[in-house]
T-cell receptor, first 114, second 115 residues
Framework: DTGVSQDPRHKITKRGQNVTFRCDPI?????LYWYRQTLGQGPEFLTY????????KSRLLSDRFSAERPKGSFSTLEIQRTEQGDSAMYLC????????????FGQGTRLTVV | AQKVTQAQTEISVVEKEDVTLDCVYE???????LFWYKQPPSGELVFLIR??????QNEISGRYSWNFQKSTSSFNFTITASQVVDSAVYFC????????????FGAGTTVTVRA
C-alpha cells in the first residue's frame, strides 16, 4: 500500500487524557499536512510541514496541540488534556510540492472524547 | 481571506441521472487552484479533479466534467450517468498561490444515488 496511512483509525479517550496520532505519508512526498474535520463540515487546515520543518500553524492549533515530523518522514499529532470539543476526525495528507499539486489524504483518525 | 461555498447540502438521484454540484469561491489572489474531492463512508478524501485559475477550459474526464467560470467565481462539477458507488460527500476546495500549502474546503454536498 503506497497511500497515506494513519494510526489509530479510532480513539476513544477520557477528558483530560493525552492522545497521540501517527501519520505515514507517501514516501516521496516532502510536504505533510494535518486537517481537522467535524461532523457535517469540510476539513480545516491545522498545520503544514516541509520535510522536518513545521512552516505554518493555524490559530485552530491551540497550545494543547503539538505536531512533529522527525527526519521528515512520519508525523505525530499530540493533543494534551483533551476536551470534548476536540472530538473530530483528524486527517493527514501529503503532496510532492505546492503550487496546486493535489494532496493525498489518509483515512483519518476519529477521536471521541468522553 | 479565501472562502468556498457549497450551497447544496444534500442531493438524491436515481441511478443513471446526472448530478451537478455547485461551488462558489472567494479569493483575492489572481493565481489559485480549485479542486474537487470525494469522501466515501470509509472517510478517506479522494482527489478527483483540479483546475488552475489561468485555465478556464472546461474538460471531461470519464463520467466527470466541470464548468469553471471566473466571471461568476464558480467551479461546478457534474457526474454523468450516476452510479450507486458515486454516493459520497463531495467537497470543493481552493488553494491560493500565496498560501499554497493550505486547502480551504466547502462544507460538502452529500450525494445519494438510489438504485
Amino acid at each position: 500500500d503506497t497511500g497515506v496511512s494513519q494510526d489509530p483509525r479510532h480513539k476513544i479517550t477520557k477528558r483530560g487524557q493525552n492522545v497521540t496520532f501517527r501519520c505515514d505519508p507517501i514516501s516521496e512526498h516532502n510536504r505533510l499536512y494535518w486537517y481537522r474535520q467535524t461532523l457535517g463540515q469540510g476539513p480545516e487546515f491545522l498545520t503544514y510541514f516541509q520535510n522536518e520543518a513545521q512552516l505554518e500553524k493555524s490559530r485552530l492549533l491551540s497550545d494543547r496541540f503539538s505536531a512533529e515530523r522527525p527526519k521528515g518522514s512520519f508525523s505525530t499529532l499530540e493533543i494534551q488534556r483533551t476536551e470534548q470539543g476536540d472530538s473530530a476526525m483528524y486527517l493527514c495528507a501529503s503532496s510532492s510540492r505546492g503550487g496546486g499539486t493535489e494532496a493525498f489524504f489518509g483515512q483519518g483518525t476519529r477521536l471521541t472524547v468522553v | 481571506a479565501q472562502k468556498v461555498t457549497q450551497a447544496q447540502t444534500e442531493i438524491s438521484v436515481v441511478e443513471k441521472e446526472d448530478v451537478t454540484l455547485d461551488c462558489v469561491y472567494e479569493t483575492r489572489d489572481t493565481t489559485y487552484y480549485l479542486f474537487w474531492y470525494k469522501q466515501p463512508p470509509s472517510g478517506e478524501l479522494v482527489f478527483l479533479i483540479r483546475r488552475n485559475s489561468f485555465d478556464e477550459q472546461n474538460e471531461i474526464s470519464g463520467r466527470y466534467s466541470w464548468n469553471f467560470q471566473k466571471s461568476t467565481s464558480s467551479f461546478n462539477f457534474t457526474i454523468t450517468a450516476s452510479q450507486v458507488v458515486d454516493s459520497a460527500v463531495y467537497f470543493c476546495a481552493l488553494s491560493e498561490a500565496s498560501y499554497d500549502y493550505k486547502l480551504s474546503f466547502g462544507a460538502g454536498t452529500t450525494v445519494t444515488v438510489r438504485a
